[in-house]
């Protein structure tokens, strides 16, 4: 039986769902279920959250910066009413940017509003790798890059797997099937990310 896959969609002017890249990323490890706000809780083998919108600094208690850019009712909508239902049920979850950082909110750490001089891929070629992560007995590799927030105070209840020279760029739980990466698997297809999506289903790795 193929493995049942949720991905978050969101609200992109007046279309409702998921990107093509994110669409492909997870079709390779099961059949695809888009999910909103009003979905109910599914039997999951995986939930895929996706980068997207800054996340209310109110959510972490920390004060509204300067350089806070406009939220996604529909992710947070999401994030708060849902992820903490699947999170209790132990579905086990892949967190993509945005995905990440909010992760580390939920369970108790926080986030750097702006980072400055972060290496960026461009928009126009978004499969750019343009700086390296690296972690204790895994080899350095490049990735892609697009975010402007990053994960600041990391919860105790994650270890850190991967850094780059600035940021937090791999967080895993140390009990739940919870990973997280920073940087965007769904354009990269990285052999990281897909290792780690196929522990999270008891898959093993060819």
Avoid at 19 to 26: E, H, I, L, N, W
Avoid at 59 to 66: E, F, P, R, V
Wanted: net charge negative; charged share 20%; aromatic share 10%.
């Amino acid at each position: 039986m193929r493995k049942q896959i949720g991905i978050v969609g969101n609200l992109s002017g007046d279309v409702f769902g998921v990107g093509v890249k994110y669409m492909q990323f997870a079709s390779q490890f099961g059949d695809v279920h888009i999910l909103t706000q009003d979905s109910p809780i599914m039997d999951l083998d995986l939930l895929i959250l996706k980068g997207g919108a800054d996340i209310p600094p109110s959510s972490y208690g920390g004060l509204l910066g300067y350089l806070i850019y406009r939220g996604d009712p529909s992710l947070e909508s999401f994030d708060e009413e849902k992820l903490p239902q699947y999170i209790k049920q132990g579905t086990p979850i892949f967190g993509i940017c945005r995905g990440m950082q909010y992760i580390n909110v939920l369970f108790g750490g926080d986030l750097k509003q702006h980072i400055w001089l972060h290496p960026t891929s461009s928009q126009d070629h978004r499969d750019d790798l343009v700086h390296s992560v690296y972690g204790d007995n895994i080899l350095s590799f490049k990735v892609n890059s697009f975010h402007h927030q990053a994960v600041g105070r990391v919860d105790k209840s994650f270890n850190i797997i991967l850094r780059s020279s600035d940021c937090v760029e791999a967080i895993r739980h140390k009990t739940l099937p919870i990973s997280c990466v920073q940087w965007h698997p769904e354009e990269i297809n990285d052999k990281y990310s897909i290792g780690e999506v196929n522990r999270l289903l008891g898959v093993d790795n060819l």
